[in-house]
């Protein structure tokens, strides 16, 4: 299964976070805290609370 990260995290600037200076070059890969699958972000995320795609969905829909 593949997450589109782009597609349901719209507050996050993935052009911004890619492009700066001390970011991280490389995917990190980060467990979602709702059902714990993987899931990969092109930059390190700043709040350990990361969901994957359908708990984000999930969790918007409330």
């Not at 467990?31 to 999930?58: G, M, N, Q, S």
């Amino acid at each position: 299964m593949r997450h589109d990260s782009k597609k349901y995290n719209k507050h996050i600037n993935f052009d911004l976070e890619g492009s700066k200076s001390n970011a991280r070059k490389d995917w990190t890969v980060v467990t979602c805290i709702k059902c714990k699958a993987k899931v990969k972000l092109p930059f390190r995320p700043r709040k350990p609370e990361v969901y994957c795609d359908e708990c984000f969905k999930k969790i918007k829909r409330r």
